[in-house]
Antibody, heavy 120, light 106 residues
């Protein structure tokens, strides 16, 4: 079972860009049987899907965030990344990276999550 | 977007009780409906996929049913370790959407 690990700054200033990386171990990110996704969860609230990337580089984003989100993939490092621009306090959340299978379309592997706080 | 609505938002039950959580989609999702359990400070964990298929390693007291717009997660005999928040999630369309969660207390 692949393991996913998020990394990146825990504090971002308002109006700046939030950048996180997810490192995949125990499996290749080049696999054509997975989408690589980002999901977030504000404290005490539910889960919000941000978007995903496939090995071809094709991406899908949540329309509510689409103008500010970019997801990229680096196969040489077995990593994928999230950039969220023009952040506000409303973007404060635990950010998870997760793997979605292409056959059953389920999230079968998750990172432990990383808290990102937007504050000056 | 397909909106997912869970009920109840929270419940309290005793060990050994049968517990049912419902999830309603604003449009049909066929059977593209998954259930997750989340404990405080932890990532969600997959319980049920495709509405009724039990994920490998998940205890058989968990079961799922439904299709179209109405789905149910049942815990046949509640155990202390089942205290958690449960989420449904549709995988029929983009964006992926989760229910608001149901907190189960023992």
């Amino acid at each position: 079972q692949a393991q996913l690990q998020e990394s990146g700054p825990g504090l971002v200033k308002p109006s700046q860009t939030l950048s996180l990386t997810c490192t995949v171990s125990g499996g290749s990110i080049r696999s054509d049987t997975y989408y690589w996704s980002w999901i977030r969860q504000p404290a005490g609230k539910g889960l919000e899907w941000i978007g995903r990337i496939y090995i071809t580089g094709d991406t899908n984003y949540n329309p509510s965030l689409k103008s500010r989100v970019s997801i990229s993939i680096d196969t040489s490092k077995n990593q994928f990344s999230l950039n969220l621009s023009s952040v506000t306090a409303a973007d404060t959340a635990v950010y998870y990276c997760a793997r979605e299978t292409t056959n059953h379309l389920l999230f079968d592997s998750w990172g432990q999550g990383t808290l990102v706080t937007v504050s000056s | 977007d397909i909106q997912m609505t869970q009920s109840p938002s929270s419940l309290s039950a005793s060990v050994g009780d049968r517990v049912t959580i419902t999830c309603r989609a604003s449009q049909t999702t066929s059977n593209f409906l998954n259930w997750y359990l989340q404990k405080p400070g932890k990532a969600p964990k997959l319980l049920i996929y495709a509405a009724s298929s039990l994920q490998s390693g998940v205890p058989s007291r968990f079961s799922g049913s439904g299709s179209g717009t109405d789905f149910t997660l049942t815990i046949s005999s509640l155990q202390p370790e089942d205290s958690a928040t449960y989420y449904c999630q549709q995988s029929s369309s983009i964006p992926r959407m989760f229910g608001q969660g149901t907190k189960v207390e023992i």
